[in-house]
């Protein structure tokens, strides 16, 4: 099985740490954010790495040269961040055929990835409950089929899920930038065909300097 970390974000919110590092390579503790997800994704048996770039990424590919999976990443150049489904889409050659893992590069987590189904029609996700930072949540649970609610949902997409790329041929032609949940899994949403499952695990978006420190202090706690 594959995996696709999505790494070409500008990581604004986090500056001025990011003005001279992308914030995949951003540390929580002694390894990078992207070391961290390649290093837990290996753990499940992945091998086979694709990792889309944009700002700063030659940084991340210098950062990734000395790792021992690095013969096994396709890097996958953006000349503008494309969004998270144009990424997608743009990746597709490398993708295959199969359902792939795909995972945000700046998450921290300790999500059992081993929980994920092996095969699906669309999409699986894996949501979380609501952080302080989304309240009203992403989606709801009836059964294992996802609902949105129109006010407030039980839980936040964690930004982990496992998806089967034939449900972005139909975007081929559509102009970059264009971002995974609106344009992709919403309308999927609708008709049914996405499922999920929760998990109550730690898990953190380093999204602001100040998540980046919660990280660190979790992180520390454990230790």
């Not at 081929?172 to 999927?188: A, G, H, S, V, Y």
Request: net charge negative.
């Amino acid at each position: 099985m594959k995996a696709m970390i999505l790494a070409a974000g500008e990581g604004k919110r986090l500056q001025p740490l990011t003005l001279k590092t992308p914030k995949p390579l951003l540390k929580v503790g002694p390894s990078s954010l992207i070391e961290d997800q390649i290093n837990r994704l290996s753990k499940l048996g992945i091998n086979e790495f694709v990792i889309n770039i944009s700002y700063l990424g030659e940084q991340i590919k210098q950062s990734l040269k000395n790792h021992s999976y690095f013969q096994n990443i396709s890097f996958i150049e953006e000349p503008f961040p494309y969004g998270t489904g144009g990424a997608l889409v743009n990746a597709m050659d490398h993708l295959g055929e199969d359902p792939f893992i795909l995972c945000n590069a700046d998450i921290f987590s300790e999500i059992d990835l081993s929980r994920l189904p092996t095969s699906i029609e669309a999409a699986h996700l894996i949501g979380i409950s609501n952080p302080n930072h989304n309240q009203d949540g992403d989606f709801s649970l009836l059964g294992s089929s996802v609902i949105i609610n129109e006010r407030i949902n039980d839980l936040t997409w964690s930004g982990i899920s496992l998806v089967n790329p034939k449900i972005l041929k139909e975007y081929l032609n559509l102009d970059f930038p264009f971002d995974i949940w609106n344009t992709i899994m919403k309308p999927l949403i609708k008709e049914r065909k996405i499922t999920a499952h929760q998990d109550n695990s730690l898990w953190i978006d380093i999204g602001t300097i100040e998540r980046l420190e919660l990280a660190r202090a979790s992180l520390k706690e454990e230790n």
